[in-house]
């Protein structure tokens, strides 16, 4: 590729190839004990920073070392024990990841450890699966795959497979598909396994963006950085990367640099079953409940996108600075993503499927797919497909679970719905089908039908 003509601006220079620096990181983590929050590491926290800035051909990633620096510093002001690797070849990859899998397997199981995986660098997507690469790989290098990391089948899995979720992953890499047809070099869409969290700093099918200055931060570690150092008070980690998102989001669409403007990345994350689990120091009661903590109790026990919506905007305006700011805020663009999702005609739920009998994780799943949490509404589709969770099986209303999921934005279910319904003859197979292409979802070989919205 030609080297790209470098863009003039106020603040320092940016190409953009140094723009398409596309980022994955997989977070995934557990329940804090109370209290434990900004304070040193006891050993039940711990973060593997793998920063990956040297590549061939020019395609170096100046922030790489920077990104490694902050976070590394944001996550032991938050309790972690933290390992920092810079630009590890494959068989020092290899190790560093396998090490970390055995600490964390040797942690207890008690709901109050947290492992973290942090991964800057290039990525690439071959036959629709990621691939991390090490230092020294060229993107372009027909042995690349051979030579790079997957993420679901190697990384993720240092992880233990379990619920509640111990695990979480970022990925800040630069994607390049090693395709014949080049799509702009975006990861695939990909889901996260229970016990785990996975924060991509962009959306399948966009670049990530980096400036090519070694004193900046990417966009999105260095929003994540700031949120992290932000959090005093207790915060789901969801809230955290939710957080993140908007500020991504509002940093990149105001941006001075056009082509900043122009590539505006939407940074994803993907939730397995992983409970509620905080940063943060929870805070001490000190005697009955104020008036504070019940609006938010109201608000955090509402059932309906629109009991949300209301509960959460009554409570920001009654407590414009509250402890509380940062989940009902993260709560109140849940909600309204949810009503948009449930405005479509393409989902069909009535109010009776926000219904609050069932099991505990059931509720809790509920709970989380009324805030837009698109996970959550599918395994919530799973429930009523199976009959588990103290729910009765129900096909009609597992399809309708899988709509809204679909519509919050997960291409997976909208694969899915596209099979199934084409399968029966459903017209609205047409509108699912380009929408999972739309999201940059990429059937892996075997899975691909030969139907015409499939490109495998």
């Known amino acids: 590729m030609p080297a790209p003509t470098p863009i003039r601006a106020p603040a320092p220079s940016w190409s953009r190839r140094d723009f398409l620096l596309q980022g994955c990181l997989v977070l995934g983590a557990a329940a804090l004990p109370a209290g434990f929050g900004a304070a040193a590491a006891d050993g039940r926290r711990i973060a593997l920073l793998i920063c990956c800035g040297s590549y061939p051909d020019g395609k170096n990633i100046q922030p790489a070392r920077k990104n490694g620096r902050d976070l590394e510093a944001a996550l032991r002001r938050q309790g972690f024990e933290v390992s920092v690797e810079n630009d590890l070849d494959l068989p020092r990859f290899k190790a560093a990841v396998a090490r970390f899998g055995e600490r964390m397997a040797a942690l207890p199981n008690d709901g109050q450890t947290i492992g973290l995986i942090y991964f800057c660098g290039h990525g690439m997507q071959v036959e629709g699966r990621n691939y991390l690469l090490p230092a020294g790989i060229a993107i372009d290098d027909p042995k690349a795959r051979e030579q790079s990391i997957n993420l679901q089948e190697e990384v993720l899995k240092a992880f233990p497979q379990r619920y509640p979720g111990l695990g979480v992953a970022v990925i800040d890499a ?23 969290i996975v924060a991509f700093s962009a959306s399948a099918g966009q670049v990530s963006l980096s400036p090519s200055d070694p004193a900046q931060n990417s966009f999105y570690t260095g929003e994540l950085v700031r949120v992290l150092n932000g959090i005093d008070d207790a915060t789901p980690i969801t809230d955290i990367f939710e957080l993140t998102r908007l500020r991504v989001e509002q940093t990149m669409s105001t941006h001075p640099v056009a ?7 939407r940074p994803h994350m993907t939730a397995g079953q992983t409970g509620v689990f905080r940063l943060g120091s929870e805070r001490v009661p000190d005697g009955a409940p104020s008036l504070e903590d019940a609006a938010y109790a109201r608000q955090a026990e509402a ?11 009554a409570f920001l305006a009654a407590y414009p600075r509250s402890r509380y700011d940062t989940q009902v805020r993260v709560a109140l663009a849940g909600a309204e993503d949810a009503l948009k999702a449930l405005s479509s005609r393409f989902v069909r739920l009535s109010a009776s499927a926000f219904r609050g009998t069932g099991d505990p994780l059931y509720l809790e799943d509920i709970r989380k797919a009324v805030r837009g949490d698109k996970d959550a509404a599918t395994r919530v589709s799973d429930m009523y497909a199976h009959g588990s969770n103290g729910v009765a099986a129900n096909p009609q209303r597992a399809e309708q679970w899988l709509r809204y999921s679909a519509l919050l934005g997960n291409a997976i279910a909208c694969y899915s719905l596209y099979r199934s319904l084409a399968d029966k003859g459903d017209p609205d197979a047409e509108f699912f089908g380009p929408e999972a292409i739309r999201l940059g979802y990429v059937p892996p070989k075997g899975l691909c039908g030969s139907r015409k919205w499939e490109n495998c």
């Open 174 to 196: 630069c994607r390049d598909s090693a395709e014949a047809v080049d799509k702009a070099g975006s990861f695939n869409y990909s889901s996260a396994p229970q016990g785990c």
């Open 259 to 265: 082509i900043v403007r122009k590539l505006a990345q």
């Open 303 to 313: 059932l309906t996108p629109a009991e949300v919506k209301k509960a959460a905007e």
